[in-house]
């Protein structure tokens, strides 16, 4: 079945940027998402892509999609302590049926 | 306005009961999902709700976990004779339904935190 990996950890200084790495497995995904989960909460969308793109840019935040390698990265400028949280990367061909990651814990050190 | 909602926020049980957790869609939405987060890991689909269609149970680890969902709107998710290993947080997303092939944003819950001793 379809699959999604990430690393686990991430540590980075303030104001450093930070890049959040993921692969997945299954080359007919029609949309690739950036979910963020604060301590106690739900997840929280934060950027999409669809597959017919390379790379998009909102604020902070750019996505790059490697479709050849099934490799997509989440890059975040100017890191700050409230980005600390766990990163989700996820897939959906039809956008109904998605699989998660397991998820990146992002640690923002002062 | 109003989120999605989840109860209860943490249920502490023993082995060998049963639990029910609730979850409150964004009014409207016609697409509910249950997630099951473990320690470590990403998220588990366990059963999704679109309309008045039949329920994609094909995550649903056994037989002991059971969902339904009224009036299209408020879902619970049952868990008979809990086990140790069913610890974990139990997540809630909604979505507006729309055809297949559409981008749908979840939009999740808080979660309910179920450990079983």
């Known amino acids: 079945g379809e699959d999604v990996e990430q690393s686990l950890f991430l540590s980075v200084r303030e104001g450093d940027s930070s890049v959040i790495n993921c692969t997945y497995t299954?080359?007919?995904?029609?949309?690739l998402y950036w979910y963020k989960q604060e301590p106690g909460a739900g997840l929280q969308l934060l950027t999409y892509?669809?597959?017919?793109?390379d790379m998009k840019q909102d604020q902070r935040l750019t996505v790059l999609l490697n479709k050849k390698d099934k490799h997509l990265s989440l890059r975040i400028a100017d890191t700050q302590t409230g980005d600390s949280a766990i990163y989700f990367c996820?897939?959906?061909?039809?956008?109904?049926?998605?699989?998660f990651g397991p998820g990146t814990r992002l640690s923002v050190l002062p | 306005g109003a989120g999605v909602s989840q109860s209860p926020s943490n249920k502490v049980t023993e082995k060998g009961k049963d639990v029910e957790l609730r979850c409150d869609p964004i009014?409207?939405?016609?697409?509910l999902y249950w997630y099951r987060q473990s320690l470590g890991q990403g998220l588990e689909f366990l059963i999704y709700?679109?309309?008045?269609?039949?329920p994609d149970k094909s995550g649903l680890p056994s037989d002991r976990f059971s969902a339904e969902r009224t009036g299209g709107s408020v879902s619970t998710l049952t868990i008979q004779r809990t086990q140790q290993e069913d610890s974990a947080v139990y997540l809630c997303?909604?979505?507006w339904g729309g055809g297949r092939g559409r981008l749908k944003e979840q939009f999740f819950g808080p979660g309910t935190r179920l450990t079983v001793l």
């Open positions: 997303a909604s979505s």
């Open positions: 299954d080359s007919s995904s029609t949309y």
């Open positions: 892509i669809f597959s017919n793109m």
């Open positions: 996820a897939e959906s061909m039809d956008g109904q049926n998605f699989v």
């Open positions: 009014s409207g939405h016609t697409a």
């Open positions: 709700f679109q309309g008045n269609s039949a």
